[in-house]
Nanobody, 123 residues
Framework: QVQLVESGGGLVRAGDSLRLSCAVSGGTFSYMAWFRQAPGKEREFVGCNRWSGGLPRYADSVKGRFSISRDNDENTVYLQMNSLKPEDTAVYYC??????????????????WGQGTQVTVSS
């Protein structure tokens, strides 16, 4: 059974850094991704990368500030967030995909999701 358990969210100030973790178990995957959902908005793509590694893809809004990585030994996916802004405030979700779409960015392309972790950035 596939499980994704996120952690690391919290309240930070603008300009701070935060690292989110997502412990993944129970399957083999093609891609890993992070999405986020701000209050009153739809869930949106943040970034993704091949499960086996490669060149990540990011939304323009986070490019140069966020980075996705994976710890092979612990099967944990990370989202390192630097230079945080108030507009980064959202619930962040990790997701994994077993399909063959090239660097998928749509919600419906991901098979499994974490429960979400809240990130709040104060100005």
């Amino acid at each position: 059974q596939v499980q994704l358990v996120e952690s690391g969210g919290g309240l930070v100030r603008a300009g701070d850094s935060l690292r989110l973790s997502c412990a993944v178990s129970g399957g083999t995957f093609s891609y890993m991704a992070w999405f986020r959902q701000a209050p009153g908005k739809e869930r949106e793509f943040v970034g993704c990368n091949r499960w086996s590694g490669g060149l990540p893809r990011y939304a323009d809004s986070v490019k140069g500030r966020f980075s996705i990585s994976r710890d092979n030994d612990e099967n944990t996916v990370y989202l390192q967030m630097n230079s945080l802004k108030p507009e980064d405030t959202a619930v962040y979700y990790c997701a994994v995909d077993s399909g063959s779409t090239w660097y998928p960015r749509r919600l419906d392309e991901y098979d499994y999701w974490g429960q979400g972790t809240q990130v709040t950035v104060s100005s």
